[in-house]
C-alpha cells in the first residue's frame, strides 16, 4: 500500500518540533466492511494546516479504519518531531474507548487500542477528544478520496483486463 503524504509548501518545518500541534483524523469505509481510508489534518498553533494525510487501508470495517487513521497521524507527528499533540476525532467510540469510558471488546480493535496507547506515551502531551462531523470535514474528505482513488484504479485496471 502506498501512503500519500500531502505538505503545504513550508513542510514539516512549519511546526518546530517541541511546539502542539492539532490533528483531526477520520476513517471512512465503503460498507461495512468494505473499501476503507484514512484521512488527518496537521494545524499549527494558529490554526493553519501544515501537513495532510490520505491513504488507502484495504477492506475494513469503519471503527478499524478509525483506529487506523489515529496510529498513522500519531506515527507521522512522531516522525515529525512534534511532542504535543491534541487529536480531534468525530469517532465517539474511538474517543470514548481511549479515555476508558467504552470497553474495547473486539480483539483486533483492542490490539489497536493498545498501539494507540504505546504510540501516545512517547509524547510530552497527548489527547484525543470527541468533536461533531462538522468540525472533521477535511479530514473526512481526505479518508473518502482515498477510497474514491482506490475503486478509480480498480475500476481502470478491471477495464484494461477485459
Known amino acids: 500500500m502506498r501512503m500519500t503524504r500531502r505538505t503545504t509548501a513550508d513542510g514539516p518545518a512549519a511546526v518546530p518540533a517541541g511546539r502542539q500541534v492539532e490533528i483531526f483524523i477520520d476513517g471512512a469505509s465503503s460498507g461495512n466492511p468494505g473499501p476503507a481510508g484514512v484521512g488527518a489534518v496537521f494545524l499549527d498553533g494558529k490554526g493553519a494546516p501544515v501537513a495532510r494525510l490520505s491513504k488507502y487501508v484495504g477492506e475494513t470495517t469503519n471503527n478499524v479504519a478509525e483506529y ?42 483492542r490490539l489497536f487500542h493498545e498501539l494507540a496507547h504505546h504510540l501516545m506515551q512517547a509524547f510530552e502531551r ?12 477535511e479530514a473526512d474528505r481526505l479518508a473518502g478520496n482515498a477510497v474514491r482513488q482506490f475503486r478509480r484504479r480498480t475500476v481502470l485496471w478491471n477495464r484494461r483486463a477485459a
Open 126 to 137: 497527548c489527547a484525543v477528544e470527541h468533536v461533531g462531523r462538522s468540525r472533521n470535514a
Open 68 to 109: 487506523l487513521a489515529l496510529l498513522y497521524a500519531l506515527q507521522e507527528a512522531q516522525q515529525r518531531g512534534w511532542r504535543q499533540v491534541s487529536v480531534k476525532t468525530d469517532s465517539e467510540l474511538l474517543a470514548r474507548q481511549l479515555s476508558g469510558e467504552y470497553k474495547v471488546r473486539d480483539p483486533l480493535l
